[in-house]
């Protein structure tokens, strides 16, 4: 991520050690001076210890589920033709014209 790349490099900048960015494929490589290697290591590992609450993190939260309204109005659905075809509503035979009939099918 160029983004962290560079705030790192504004970190070590800060501390007075130089350093650059490149690009290697698809990855940004911050390199720094053999001599600054471990004090920069340091530096970072530290900026990120006081930076953990502000680091963006990755939204990994579970799909919410379906709100009360939408279970009532579904199970509502599902009383209804339960109770229509029981009941023949609206002088319609709810099952009869659900129902298979082979002879219709194979003719």
């Known amino acids: 991520m160029r983004h962290q790349a ?8 800060a501390m007075g050690m130089r350093s650059s960015i490149a690009l290697d494929g698809e990855l940004f490589v911050l390199s720094v001076g053999y001599r600054d290697a471990a004090r920069a290591s340091y530096e970072l590992a530290a900026y990120d210890r006081e930076n953990q609450d502000t680091l963006p993190r990755r939204d990994r939260s579970l799909p919410t589920p379906p709100r009360l309204e939408v279970a009532l109005i579904y199970w509502a659905i599902l009383l209804f033709f339960f109770a229509a075809a029981r009941h023949a509503a609206f002088s319609v035979d709810w099952l009869g014209k659900g129902a298979a009939q082979s002879g219709l099918m194979l003719g």
């Open 6 to 13: 560079e705030q790192y490099a504004l970190v070590l900048a």
